[in-house]
C-alpha cells in the first residue's frame, strides 16, 4: 500500500456530488512518454500485448489545444508542456457484465444488477489494464479529497487564492494610489500667466515642442517671465 498526491489539474471526480466520500467513479490523467508506457508493459498487472499496439500507433492524443492541457500551459508559460505524450486514463467506477464480457473477463462474484467496480486503463481507446475491485461491495474510488476550506458547492473546495481575493485588491489598490500620490506630488508645479503667453494649439497642457504665442511685447523673449515652475 502506498498514498501519493494528485494534481488536481488532471482528477476529474463525479460532479454530481459535494461529498468525496460519495464519488461513484473518478477519472485521472496521465501524460506518458514513450519510455513510461513501455514501463507498464513489464508490470504484469497490465496488458502487455495492447501497450505494444499502442506505442505502434503513437501518441493519436496529447494536450495541445484547448481542454486541461492549454489550461496547464497557461498556468506554467510552458507551451511545450506534454507535447507528443500518451493520454493514459485511470478510471475507478461501475462496469456492466456486457462491458466485462466484451473485454473477455469473468466477474468474480455475483451481482444482483450485473453492475460491477472496476479498475480500467485506457490510452488510444485500447484497455491496458482492467481489474475488479479485490473488496466485493465496495464501490468507492481510493481517492481522498483534502480541501484548504470546505466549499458547500463543490468538493474541491476553497484554496488560498479565493480567500484572500478581497485582501489582496485592497493591496493591490493602496499600492497603487501610493504610487500615482508620489508621481503627482514629486512632479513640479507649474504657473503659466495667461495675459502674457497664449498656447498655439489652444490647450495650456505642457508637452513636448510645445508652441506658445507671445501675448506682452515687455517679455524680450524670456518666457520664464510667464511660465514658471517650484517645487
Not at 481522498?144 to 488560498?160: E, H, N
Request: charged share 25%; proline share 7%.
Amino acid at each position: 500500500p502506498h498514498v501519493r498526491r494528485v494534481n488536481p489539474m488532471f482528477f476529474f471526480p463525479d460532479l454530481t456530488v459535494i461529498d468525496e466520500t460519495k464519488n461513484e467513479d473518478t477519472i485521472e490523467l496521465h501524460p506518458m512518454s514513450r519510455s513510461e508506457l513501455h514501463q507498464l508493459s513489464l508490470n504484469e498487472s497490465f496488458i502487455k500485448e495492447a501497450i505494444v499496439a499502442v506505442l505502434e500507433e503513437g501518441a493519436k492524443s496529447c494536450l495541445e489545444g484547448e481542454g486541461v492541457g492549454q489550461d496547464f500551459a497557461n498556468l506554467n508559460n510552458n507551451f511545450e508542456a506534454f507535447k507528443n505524450k500518451f493520454l493514459v486514463l485511470e478510471y475507478y467506477g461501475p462496469v456492466t457484465l456486457d462491458e466485462m464480457g466484451k473485454l473477455g473477463v469473468e466477474p468474480t462474484y455475483d451481482s444482483p444488477d450485473d453492475i460491477y467496480y472496476a479498475e480500467v486503463w485506457v490510452v488510444n481507446g485500447k484497455v491496458i489494464r482492467f481489474d475488479q475491485h479485490p473488496i466485493e461491495g465496495c464501490f468507492r474510488p481510493p481517492y481522498a479529497v483534502c480541501p484548504y476550506v470546505k466549499d458547500p458547492g463543490s468538493q474541491f473546495g476553497i484554496g488560498l487564492p479565493l480567500l484572500m481575493a478581497d485582501q489582496q485588491r485592497v493591496i493591490n489598490t493602496t499600492y497603487r494610489m501610493t504610487l500615482d500620490n508620489a508621481y503627482i506630488s514629486s512632479g513640479p508645479q507649474v504657473v503659466i500667466n495667461k495675459t502674457q503667453v497664449k498656447p498655439a494649439d489652444g490647450s495650456n497642457t505642457l508637452r513636448p515642442d510645445k508652441i506658445w504665442h507671445n501675448t506682452e511685447y515687455n517679455l524680450n523673449g524670456d518666457a520664464s517671465k510667464a511660465i514658471n515652475f517650484f517645487v
